[in-house]
């Protein structure tokens, strides 16, 4: 009798399915960098952030109790949705959007390809994660920050005196706040992805609503339709809805597994700004995402089996 067992369909269907959503999640983010370009000239950053968290907040609380989910009331769990809430949304929105006022959407797209750099360089910091860590998966880190290098570019020396390095750096760091979001959103996974995305983005409009009122005196400005529209499609879709997809990502795919869709959200990026803002793809930045690419696969890829176990003694 073979007593082995075989993969079930079902299996292999919910696998597909959940890379079907990490697509579907990485079309989304990527369509993000266009539409913050969009908004930025007439909507400054943190009245952008505060008003997209805002909305996707509001939103996903009814979401959440219209599928007869109540909202946790112990003071330990809303510290942990602060943190969550600035490290997915606060932070990361304000650095993105910042710094698209100064790059274009396509390069920010790029940049931003490197969260699963910033997850394995963080498990090699801790002794479990260590013993995990393949030769391969250290040059795929290599290869990413390579491609980090090259898509920065050596004009970027000549730009030292301008804002434009420190927007590279805004990006990258918007980056390293991607890696430790769904790390630190681990601890969430005995709650529903609604309830975890409401949590996460009620504390982040808690933190930008006083940022942009102190700070850009929303109520001064005077934004064009067309950002008002993109701030909107960013808090429903790019926000809400893609929060939802994330955090049950986080539960079947784990932290790396989810960043690793960042190389794809790059590639959206890229093609939507091209597409629909006449950016210019130039050859520095089609060799830094190969070489992106290359090491976020190097570093996603599963170690076969046969290399994994030790030989019997």
């Keep these: 009798m073979h007593t082995q067992a075989q993969p079930t369909t079902s299996g292999q269907t919910t696998l597909t399915f959940e890379i079907g959503l990490l697509l ?36 996903l609380i009814a979401i959440a109790r219209a599928q007869g989910h109540a909202l946790p009331g112990r003071g330990p769990i809303w510290a942990a949705f602060f943190v969550q809430g600035l490290l997915q949304s606060a932070l990361p929105f304000t650095l993105i959007s910042w710094g698209e006022m100064h ?33 391969r998966k250290i040059i795929g880190v290599a290869l990413g920050l390579a491609g980090v290098a090259v898509t920065i570019g050596i004009d970027a020396l000549s730009g030292l005196g301008t804002t434009a390095p420190l927007a590279q750096a805004a990006v990258l760091g918007a980056s390293l706040c991607y890696a430790l979001a769904p790390i630190w959103g681990q601890r969430f996974s005995a709650f529903p992805a609604t309830v975890t995305a409401a949590g996460a983005m009620s504390c982040a409009a808690i933190l930008m609503v006083p940022a942009a009122l102190v700070l850009e ?29 994330y955090f049950r990502l986080i539960r079947t795919l784990g932290p790396l597994g989810t960043t690793s869709g960042s190389y794809l959200r790059a590639g959206f990026a890229v093609a939507l700004g091209t597409a629909l803002l006449g950016e210019r793809f130039t050859w520095s930045i089609v060799a830094g995402m190969a070489f992106i690419l290359a090491g976020v696969v190097a570093v996603t890829m599963p170690v076969p089996a046969q290399t994994a176990r030790k030989p019997a003694g």
Aim: glycine share 4%; proline share 7%.
């Design 24 to 59: 579907l999640l990485s079309l989304i983010w990527g369509s993000s960098f266009t539409l913050i370009k969009v908004a930025i000239p007439t909507i400054p950053p943190f009245t952008m952030v505060a008003a997209r968290v805002t909305i996707a907040a509001i939103l």
């Design 103 to 135: 790059i274009a959407s396509g390069l920010a797209g790029v940049l931003n390809a490197t969260p699963p750099m910033f997850v394995l360089a963080i498990a090699m910091m801790t002794a479990r994660g260590r013993q995990a860590i393949s030769t």
């Design 217 to 245: 005196r929303p109520w001064t400005l005077a934004p064009t339709s067309q950002a008002v529209a993109a701030v909107v499609s960013l808090a429903v879709v790019c926000t809400a809805l893609a929060m939802v997809i």
